[in-house]
């Protein structure tokens, strides 16, 4: 999202003479990111537009209420008290009173429109940010989450919205109000004095160009902050997801050390901009009290000799006091409008990621779903190849063993085939029932291809709820019969509340086997036409292992099955076995001829096999 601007020094000087292409550059980046922030806060508006509005008008109007109280002080000390102008006043100073106390009901009264409709508007922004973030987030591709950090991700969709929410609730408003209280202010105390306004007026620029300063110094180390924030976050979202690793492996004193150097950081950012936000406020303290002093001093000179009244020096002093604060405030709303700029380039580097493909929704079709592999050739690296000339076919209704040691490519053939990663042109291609995936719409791809991972994914709920995670509308029996057909029917019904046992987080209270064999039923619930259990039984049992085999295949014949495994006895039923080997093709063919070759194999068969085990097997 930040982009970095090198020039060489040697010839930097010589380049802006001759064309300043690298200023205004930079300059033409500013206006675009100004304009793009200014397009987002426009469209996540929708809906709340009028709210802002009324709270606008609303600010508007407690402005110009809290303008006339100094005016009323005024009128009453020089026309009603001092020259007796309106006698009926002078003997009825009440209601001179009740006139203030008037304006500051009605001026009330418009402070909690303002506030009220601010706040609606802020949250239907904030909401609608939220959806598009979360809504986009689900649509970006694998490659995306592998290059950013959980944590961080978490931090831009909740923290930075927050602090984009709170700019734009407190002091996107509070901007307009100081324009119209510095215009009204003006007016009211020219209308006075033109020189005390000019003297005035001369402090406004030194207050705007401290606070302009202040505003460059501190953006960068937001920045920083926010993105020490979001490391924070990933230690402690790591930590908390794999505590039962932390504990298991006695690693509490590093993650605590490791936690405990990315807060010191942290904290020491935050200190420093706290200590420039000291500095800001004592400087800005010390120019304020000069233009207040300077006024009074002034004011009281000018009522002295009679260029202007008590009322008007009361009066003037009133406004010069009204825009102290505002204007000193110009730097919280360029520190907070620092924050939120910084919130929205991180929030807007989501929204700007391009998102999966996904295609066109078609009319549904009964498609063949063989599966054929052509030249693939695959890298997540630059120069780095996972996939090295890859090519195999599956025919529909059949059963493809793959076999591989760690890092031989299993898995990648998998995410391939689901397009959670993308070839790009020249790397080969996958084909469907003779279709290129890249023409299959994204979601039918995904809706047809299965997939039961080795460490399978299930929600803080039911039993029931994580098996019909795949068919919402499925009945119990639908969902019984799944379960049957992975063997863990008869688990879940011996715990005391069934299928509506609650699970852990992550299905923590599972053992490995038992959450995946509920992955397992939650897949054949979906009855998809491809399924692909990527060494999703490797936590069962050798026996429950034949048994969920067995029962796939009288139950799911029509459909094309996947196998990755380790295992052996998971893959010899295979139609067809597949062995890779650091990326490329070792051998192919089924139990039975690759057993008979002296390769890779028929190794990894004589180590897992006991020779009982062999004779068992090869005499069935």
């Given at each position: 999202m930040r982009e970095i601007f090198v020039v060489d020094a040697r010839k930097l000087s010589d380049y802006n003479k001759e064309t300043g292409k690298a200023k205004n550059h930079k300059r033409g980046r500013s206006i675009c990111i100004l304009k793009r922030k200014l397009q987002l806060i426009y469209k996540f508006f929708e809906g709340s537009k009028r709210y802002f509005a009324i709270a606008m008008i609303a600010s508007f109007m407690m402005t110009v209420l809290n303008a006339l109280t100094p005016q009323i002080f005024r009128f009453s000390i020089d026309t009603v008290l001092e020259t007796k102008s309106y006698r009926f006043l002078a003997d009825n100073l009440w209601l001179l009173a009740l006139a203030v106390v008037g304006v500051a009901i009605a001026s009330g009264i418009f402070t909690y429109v303002s506030r009220a409709n601010t706040a609606v508007a802020g949250e239907n922004f904030a909401k609608n940010l939220r959806d598009t973030l979360f809504v986009h987030v689900q649509k970006l591709p694998m490659r995306w989450h592998d290059e950013n950090?959980?944590?961080?991700?978490?931090?831009?969709?909740?923290?930075?919205?927050?602090?984009?929410?709170?700019?734009?609730?407190?002091?996107?408003?509070?901007?307009?109000?100081?324009?119209?209280?510095?215009?009204?202010?003006?007016?009211m105390m020219l209308s006075m004095n033109v020189k005390l306004s000019c003297v005035v007026l001369l402090f406004v620029p030194v207050v705007a160009a401290y606070s302009a300063i202040f505003y460059r110094l501190i953006a960068k180390k937001f920045t920083f902050a926010d993105e020490a924030e979001g490391a924070l976050s990933t230690v402690v979202q790591e930590n908390a997801t794999g505590v039962r690793v932390v504990r298991a492996f006695g690693r509490e004193k590093y993650e605590m050390e490791r936690f405990a150097k990315k807060n010191d950081a942290y904290a020491k950012l935050w200190i420093r901009l706290g200590t420039l936000s000291g500095l800001y406020w004592g400087v800005g303290g010390l120019i304020t009290g000069l233009q207040v002093i300077t006024v009074i001093v002034l004011g009281a000179a000018e009522t002295v000799n009679g260029a202007i009244t008590v009322g008007e020096f009361i009066a003037f002093a009133s406004y010069n006091a009204a825009l102290v604060w505002p204007i000193r405030g110009l730097g919280r709303i360029l520190s907070d409008m620092s924050k939120a700029g910084v919130s929205f380039e991180r929030v807007d580097y989501i929204i700007r990621s391009v998102e999966e493909k996904y295609g066109e929704n078609i009319k549904k079709e009964e498609d063949a779903f063989g599966i054929s592999f052509s030249k693939v050739n695959f890298a997540y690296e630059q120069g780095k190849e996972v996939l090295k000339d890859i090519s195999f076919s599956v025919l529909q209704g059949n059963t493809f063993g793959i076999l591989g040691g760690t890092g031989s490519g299993k898995s990648t053939v998998i995410q391939l085939l689901t397009r959670l990663y993308e070839l790009e042109e020249g790397q080969g291609n996958i084909r469907i029932g003779g279709r290129?995936?890249?023409?299959?719409?994204?979601?039918?791809?995904?809706?047809?291809?299965?997939?039961?991972?080795?460490?399978?994914?299930?929600?803080?709920?039911?039993?029931?709820?994580?098996?019909?995670?795949?068919?919402?509308?499925?009945?119990?029996?639908?969902?019984?019969?799944?379960?049957?057909?992975?063997?863990?029917?008869?688990?879940?019904?011996?715990?005391?509340?069934?299928?509506?046992?609650?699970?852990?987080?992550?299905?923590?209270?599972?053992?490995?086997?038992?959450?995946?064999?509920?992955a397992i039923a939650r897949m054949l619930l979906a009855k998809t036409p491809i399924m692909v259990f990527d060494d999703s039984l490797s936590a069962v049992d050798s026996q429950t292992d034949a048994l969920i085999r067995k029962a796939l295949k009288e139950h799911m014949k029509e459909a094309t099955v996947i196998l990755v495994s380790h295992r052996i006895t998971t893959l010899m039923g295979a139609d067809q076995i597949m062995v890779l080997n650091q990326g490329r093709i070792e051998e192919m063919g089924s139990h039975s001829q690759l057993i008979c070759q002296n390769g890779i194999y028929r190794r990894i068969y004589d180590i897992q096999m006991s020779q009982d085990d062999r004779a068992e097997m090869e005499g069935e």
């Open positions: 950090q959980t944590g961080d991700i978490i931090q831009r969709c909740t923290s930075d919205v927050e602090v984009i929410r709170n700019f734009v609730v407190s002091q996107l408003l509070e901007v307009f109000r100081t324009v119209f209280l510095v215009v009204t202010s003006f007016a290129d995936i890249k023409e299959i719409p994204l979601e039918k791809l995904r809706k047809s291809v299965g997939m039961v991972l080795q460490e399978p994914f299930l929600y803080s709920r039911t039993i029931r709820e994580n098996i019909a995670a795949s068919r919402p509308d499925a009945s119990l029996e639908e969902i019984r019969a799944a379960a049957k057909i992975a063997c863990v029917d008869d688990t879940i019904m011996s715990f005391a509340d069934g299928y509506d046992t609650l699970v852990g987080e992550r299905g923590v209270t599972l053992s490995g086997g038992q959450r995946q064999r509920v």
